[in-house]
DNA sequence: TTCCGACAGTGGGGTCGCAAT
DNA sequence: ATTGCGACCCCACTATCGGAA
């Protein structure tokens, strides 16, 4: 019953201890019959198995009244939704409405809730695929440690999560790379420098361009190619010439992990949005691949030489994808264990239009769906001071919080400020609790219950990564990934950065 | 006892496709 | 033609728990 959901997810909720969330999650798969399992898991980890349904905050607005008896099934909650999926064309948009308010109006007002942060993405009960590994592993008597591994060659805990439950460790072990399947790709940390980077790596390692585009997994399974994002989404109708490059390589199975983008004429990438709009382009790929054609650099590889290489070092992986891959389309490289030649090649990387680095270890394997020790990525960072024009309460635990800030930068020719974007991250909680003081004492001119507008009076050091083309804010240029720093009380608003220094930045 | 790896949460800008206006 | 929504591309950072050292 989905109120055994709701109920377990309350539970879930109401503590902190990770180990309790466990227990609680655990208890509920083992009462859950074999045929519901995967929609549990799904459900409880904060996915739907249709993956989406085209359901968002705006469609969960106004629920209707609760029923006070809990009487829906997983299976039916499941099956509405695959039917409010299914409506598309003119008028499905009052259809699906109605759908949902039949559905909602089934539920008693836990279960409503409990569905309505699923839709939304939102369970916000600390936890979410991570604890359900565990959770999974306690519930099936079987080491978490072969939940994870299934987990990283299937790419589907729900999936993996109702073979265990029902066939043990067996079954667990029957799941192996599928060259057709999508793997989870390993993600990398992040470290400030090349220093860095290399001290907790220790020994050499390889210094890759950080390439900014859109990260691909291609797999060749004899004539056939296949293409997948970083979540696992299928796009290989939207790169053919991905296609084509892969369908020309001498070996006809393989699973190779890379990056793909657009190039200009110059040799230069073009900015992330024209690779992104171009990736994303799906009713006349023919056209968009004229006017953006995407090129692909491969670093990785997960199948080659009729053999899996996830459990190899990285040092193999990348002999193997050598003898497969042209060096053309291969990401540029270098294996060093000197710092200062690691940060030439950054250094480089960044003078030839590149987002920098990542530097890897030799020796891990492939970290599939997690974001490996073994990778660490470098990119120079830029920072402003700017000054915060706004404020928005916060969310979840920022409840009661000014949280999101509003960032302008000084406009010399009016004398006034130009918003160029918006930042709630680097802040610690004892910061949270200043700065809603702090600008609370300086709210002045218009509110509208979530923003609150301030006095240009306060002065905030900014880090990002680059500045962007926007048609959301005046100055036409926005912030890429701003972060805060500290405040800084040393100055005041007339002594922040201008918006032409931004401008320059675009260049 | 202290350290640190892994997770979850809190949201950011941009683009496309689709349905409604 | 324009607007709003949903989905998904890129993502940084802090707090916390609990196992590792």
């Keep these: 019953m989905l109120i055994d959901l709701a109920r377990t997810s309350t539970a879930v909720t109401a503590g902190s201890a990770r180990l309790a969330k466990i227990a609680h999650l655990a208890e509920l798969l083992g009462r859950v019959e074999p045929d519901e399992a995967e929609i549990a898991i799904a459900y409880l980890s904060g996915e739907l198995p249709q993956r989406n349904v085209g359901v968002g905050w705006k469609s969960l607005q106004d629920p209707p009244e609760p029923r006070l008896a809990a009487t829906a099934t997983l299976r039916e909650v499941h099956d509405r939704l695959d ?68 987990l990283m060659l299937r790419g589907w805990l729900p999936a993996v999560g109702a073979a265990a439950l029902s ?158 891959v042209p060096p053309e ?67 979840g635990r920022r409840e009661g919080l000014l949280s999101n800030l509003h960032l302008g930068a000084r406009d010399p020719e009016t004398g006034g400020f130009v918003m160029l974007g918006k930042t709630f991250k680097g802040l610690t909680d004892e910061l949270l609790a200043w700065q809603t003081e702090r600008l609370l004492a300086i709210a002045e001119g218009p509110t509208d219950g979530w923003t609150v507008t301030v006095r240009p009076e306060l002065v905030v050091e900014i880090a990002f990564d680059g500045v962007q083309r926007s048609s959301r804010y005046p100055g036409g240029v926005a912030l890429r990934f701003a972060r805060v720093i500290r405040y800084r009380s040393d100055k005041t608003a007339d002594q922040a950065d201008t918006v032409e220094m931004v401008r320059s930045l675009m260049l």
């Design 83 to 150: 039917r409010v999926k299914a409506l598309t064309g003119p008028g499905s948009q009052g259809a699906r409405k109605t759908l949902l308010a039949e559905l909602f109006g089934s539920l008693t007002r836990q279960e409503q809730l409990f569905l309505t942060r699923l839709l939304q993405g939102e369970l916000r009960q600390g936890a979410l695929e991570g604890v359900m590994i565990e959770a999974v592993a306690k519930a099936a008597g079987v080491p978490a440690a072969e939940v994870r591994r299934a």
């Design 167 to 324: 066939g043990g460790i067996e079954a667990l072990r029957a799941f192996h790379l599928e060259v057709g399947r999508p793997v989870s790709p390993m993600l990398a940390q992040s470290a400030v420098s090349i220093e860095a980077a290399f001290g907790k790596l220790g020994g050499p390692a390889a210094v890759e361009w950080k390439l900014d585009g859109v990260r691909i997994q291609a797999h060749r399974a004899g004539d056939r190619v296949s293409v997948f994002t970083r979540t696992l989404d299928d796009i290989t109708a939207q790169v053919p010439e991905l296609v084509e490059a892969v369908g020309a390589l001498p070996s006809s199975d393989l699973v190779l992990d890379g990056e793909v983008l657009a190039m200009r004429a110059d040799g230069r990438p073009e900015p992330f949005q024209v690779t992104s709009g171009r990736v994303s382009s799906r009713t006349d790929v023919q056209r968009a691949r004229e006017k953006v054609p995407l090129s692909v650099f491969f670093f990785d590889a997960l199948r080659a030489d009729g053999a899996d290489l996830l459990d190899l070092p990285g040092e193999a992986r990348h002999a193997a994808l050598a003898r497969a």
């Design 329 to 395: 389309l291969m990401t540029p490289r270098l294996v060093t264990s000197d710092v200062a030649d690691g940060e030439a090649f950054f250094k480089d990387a960044v003078r030839s239009g590149h987002e920098g680095v990542v530097v890897k270890s030799l020796l891990t394997p492939y970290a599939a769906g997690r974001r490996g020790a073994g990778w660490i990525k470098v990119k120079p960072r830029h920072t402003l001071d700017l000054v915060v024009l706004a404020v928005e309460w916060g969310s």
